[in-house]
């Protein structure tokens, strides 16, 4: 079936950091690429989405592009603040089932 | 943020107890989805619906039935409650088209002692 894997975490960086956090998926057919977040006390929230191969999504300085070629989704951010702190998942839709990776947490330190 | 309402917020029960836990929605969303979040495994898809009547199981769906009698309304039922369904329960809808977001309830702890 369908799935994501997300890298491992906690992820511990300090202030100005650059950030990846990895993600691959498997799925038949061209899912719809997502990364959500979850900061500390709240649900989940959409941060950056792509829809097809080669697509890249941005949102707050995150960005992350659709790899069909190696099934990757992988989140960037160039210049990471304390305020990111939170856990990222990445997830995918394939024909309106959508499922989430395990989550990583990050910890940016100041 | 679409409103979404998780009930009970908070529910703690007996093993082999039957629970209920609803889902309420005023957006009109056609798709709605049942999600448990547990440390270590991330957010699991349990069930999902796209219409009134229709369902489907996702992840975890073993032990869990739902009902969507309503467009607003999406229940998740535990037949019968077991420890190892402790656990933080999220509501998601979703409305047709390109956006595809997922807007979360605020979930329910629950705990089978």
């Known amino acids: 079936g369908d799935s994501v894997t997300q890298m491992e975490g906690p992820v511990t960086l300090s202030e100005e950091a650059f950030l990846t956090i990895n993600c691959t998926y498997t799925?038949?057919?061209?899912?719809?690429l997502f990364w959500y977040v979850q900061y500390p006390g709240e649900g989940l929230q959409l941060l950056l989405k792509a829809t097809k191969a080669d697509d890249k999504g941005s949102n707050k300085g995150f960005e992350a592009t659709y790899r069909k070629e190696t099934t990757s989704f992988h989140l960037e951010k160039g210049s990471v603040q304390v305020s990111d702190s939170a856990v990222y998942f990445c997830?995918?839709?394939?024909?309106?089932?959508?499922?989430f990776g395990k989550g990583t947490r990050l910890h940016i330190l100041p | 943020d679409a409103g979404i309402t998780q009930s009970p917020r908070h529910k703690v029960t007996e093993t082999g107890t039957p629970v209920t836990l609803r889902c309420h929605q005023t957006e009109n969303h056609r798709y709605m989805y049942w999600y448990r979040q547990d440390p270590g495994h991330g957010l699991r898809l349990i069930h999902y619906?796209?219409?009134?009547?229709?369902?489907d199981k996702g992840e975890v769906s073993d032990g869990y039935s739902v009902s969507r009698s309503k467009t607003e309304d999406f229940l998740l039922t535990l037949e019968s409650a077991t420890s190892s369904q402790t656990s933080v329960y999220f509501c998601?809808?979703?409305?047709?088209?390109?956006?595809?977001?997922?807007?979360f309830g605020s979930g329910t702890q629950l705990s089978v002692l």
């Open positions: 997830a995918l839709n394939r024909d309106d089932k959508i499922i």
């Open positions: 799925a038949t057919g061209y899912p719809s």
């Open positions: 998601a809808t979703r409305a047709p088209g390109a956006n595809e977001k997922l807007f």
């Open positions: 619906s796209y219409g009134v009547k229709d369902t």
